[in-house]
């Protein structure tokens, strides 16, 4: 049993911020009391209770990444590197990664793509204790074409039949929730982003097969008609949502935007720290709509597809800090990575909000990230289910060159 102190705490409950002293009991690796200090009922507690004080500072819930890879290392070649690597290297590469994203915060992710279902494996390892890392939602390989998006991670399957039962043998390795690639992408060679690659009854059996086992679909969706489609088959979330049109043109269709809204689709934007310098070296011509969907009453959940080219698991910070440089209110984008991501993954039961009876998830951070989400860097505590880590020593975050990315040919004037 310990007692955390700090002058602030944003709790993402309905009850609001603590501004004048706060308080979160932890006790079995859970929340036991949160409050102000002055309301701790400490005649009830040892008068030796194991303390940390932290003054200037403010208790905020565990961060969540609703997207990420723990198989790809955000290098400048993580595909090559995977289809390299054997089982047991890429093993080390995920302990590595799940590790980079505790130690800048996150106590949540959503692993969106791995193979051979080592995914499962960490997840399984981190559960029991064996390993310190985030908690894990685990997806498998992503169903895609045969040659499709992705294909090296062993989730080929063409047809309705094909792909339900391939939904049937991801649910029986134990993942948690089924991702399929409604679009082409970036980072796969003969891939295009715009290109739908199932059609309506193959994605519609994924979710049909999906939610009859309780679990949920993530649709990987770059171009306007993979959109289109999945949200018509009832996907629980859209990955990227980035309306890339065949010109290769980014601009939001405001009639999808608003079905979006109305399906309750949450979209997961893996808007990430390299957004803002892909967006300058454009020339404004990529430009994730993240605000505008916000506006229109999308559900908008924080993710950073972290892995992939030049995107390192612990640039995690600088995502939130795009999401706010492109129009969300950093209360918004706090929500985003709590409460919000907490609720639409099912995980509102567990995390997301300093309340009595949740997973002890909590961070502690010099400053107050309400007014500059840089605050979020300085960290002084991280809990990850009421276990203390002391963060890893990171490398600084790479410099970022348009020209170097898969998605350098989309833009006018970058090769």
Same mark, same amino acid.
């Given at each position: 049993m310990k007692l955390y102190t700090a002058d602030r705490m944003l709790t993402q409950t309905e009850s609001g911020d603590i501004t004048n002293g706060a308080a979160v009991l932890v006790a079995k690796g859970r929340i036991a009391w949160a409050g102000r200090a002055a309301d701790f009922p400490a005649s009830n507690y040892p008068e030796a209770l194991p303390t940390r004080e932290f003054g200037d500072a403010t208790l905020l819930p565990g961060l969540i990444d609703a997207h990420v890879h723990l198989g790809f290392d955000g290098g400048a070649n993580p595909v090559q590197r995977m289809m390299a690597e054997t089982d047991a290297e890429q093993l080390l590469l995920m302990v590595r990664s799940a590790r980079e994203l505790l130690s800048v915060g996150v106590t949540t992710a959503r692993d969106l793509g791995a193979r051979s279902y080592l995914d499962v494996t960490v997840r399984d390892a981190i559960t029991a204790g064996v390993l310190q890392g985030p908690r894990l939602l685990t997806a498998g390989s992503p169903i895609t074409t045969t040659g499709g998006h992705c294909w090296?991670?062993?989730?080929?399957?063409?047809?309705? %039949?094909? &792909?339900?039962?391939?939904?049937?043998?991801? %649910?029986? /390795?134990? $993942?948690?929730?089924?991702? !399929?690639? *409604?679009? +082409?992408?970036?980072?796969?060679?003969?891939?295009?982003?715009?290109?739908a690659q199932f059609e309506h009854d193959a994605l519609a059996a994924a979710v049909d097969e999906a939610h009859r086992l309780n679990k949920q679909v993530a649709a990987h969706a770059h171009g306007v008609a993979g959109i289109e489609r999945a949200i018509a088959v009832g996907v629980d979330t859209i990955e990227h949502c980035s309306f890339v049109h065949e010109d290769g043109s980014h601009a939001l269709v405001p009639e999808l935007a608003d079905r979006l809204a109305a *399906?309750? &689709?949450? #979209?997961? @934007?893996?808007?990430?720290?390299?957004?803002? /310098?892909?967006?300058?070296?454009?020339?404004?011509?990529?430009?994730? @709509? &993240?605000?505008?969907?916000?506006?229109? +009453?999308?559900?908008i959940i924080a993710s950073t597809d972290s892995g992939i080219d030049h995107t390192p698991h612990h640039a995690?910070?600088? *995502?939130?800090?795009?999401? %706010?440089?492109?129009?969300?209110?950093?209360? *918004?984008?706090?929500?985003?990575?709590?409460?919000? /991501?907490?609720? $639409?993954? +099912?995980?509102? %039961?567990?995390?997301?909000? !300093?309340?009595?009876g949740l997973a002890a998830d909590l961070l502690a951070v010099r400053g107050d990230p309400r007014n500059d989400l840089a605050d979020l860097r300085q960290l002084e505590?991280?809990?990850?289910?009421?276990?203390?880590? #002391?963060?890893?020593?990171?490398? @600084?975050?790479?410099?970022?060159?348009l020209a170097q990315s898969p998605m350098a040919a989309q833009f006018g004037g970058v090769r």
């Amino acid at each position: 049993m310990k007692l955390y102190t700090a002058d602030r705490m944003l709790t993402q409950t309905e009850s609001g911020d603590i501004t004048n002293g706060a308080a979160v009991l932890v006790a079995k690796g859970r929340i036991a009391w949160a409050g102000r200090a002055a309301d701790f009922p400490a005649s009830n507690y040892p008068e030796a209770l194991p303390t940390r004080e932290f003054g200037d500072a403010t208790l905020l819930p565990g961060l969540i990444d609703a997207h990420v890879h723990l198989g790809f290392d955000g290098g400048a070649n993580p595909v090559q590197r995977m289809m390299a690597e054997t089982d047991a290297e890429q093993l080390l590469l995920m302990v590595r990664s799940a590790r980079e994203l505790l130690s800048v915060g996150v106590t949540t992710a959503r692993d969106l793509g791995a193979r051979s279902y080592l995914d499962v494996t960490v997840r399984d390892a981190i559960t029991a204790g064996v390993l310190q890392g985030p908690r894990l939602l685990t997806a498998g390989s992503p169903i895609t074409t045969t040659g499709g998006h992705c294909w090296f991670m062993g989730g080929e399957a063409d047809g309705a %039949h094909e &792909v339900r039962k391939l939904v049937r043998t991801h %649910h029986r /390795a134990g $993942v948690d929730t089924l991702k !399929i690639m *409604a679009t +082409g992408g970036f980072m796969t060679a003969g891939s295009a982003p715009w290109f739908a690659q199932f059609e309506h009854d193959a994605l519609a059996a994924a979710v049909d097969e999906a939610h009859r086992l309780n679990k949920q679909v993530a649709a990987h969706a770059h171009g306007v008609a993979g959109i289109e489609r999945a949200i018509a088959v009832g996907v629980d979330t859209i990955e990227h949502c980035s309306f890339v049109h065949e010109d290769g043109s980014h601009a939001l269709v405001p009639e999808l935007a608003d079905r979006l809204a109305a *399906a309750q &689709v949450a #979209v997961s @934007p893996t808007c990430n720290f390299r957004t803002v /310098a892909m967006h300058e070296a454009s020339g404004g011509q990529f430009t994730p @709509p &993240v605000a505008e969907l916000h506006d229109r +009453g999308v559900t908008i959940i924080a993710s950073t597809d972290s892995g992939i080219d030049h995107t390192p698991h612990h640039a995690y910070v600088g *995502a939130l800090e795009a999401m %706010h440089f492109f129009g969300m209110s950093r209360d *918004a984008v706090l929500a985003s990575a709590t409460s919000v /991501a907490a609720s $639409v993954l +099912g995980l509102s %039961h567990e995390t997301g909000r !300093i309340e009595a009876g949740l997973a002890a998830d909590l961070l502690a951070v010099r400053g107050d990230p309400r007014n500059d989400l840089a605050d979020l860097r300085q960290l002084e505590l991280v809990l990850a289910r009421g276990t203390e880590f #002391v963060p890893d020593a990171l490398s @600084p975050l790479p410099e970022f060159d348009l020209a170097q990315s898969p998605m350098a040919a989309q833009f006018g004037g970058v090769r």
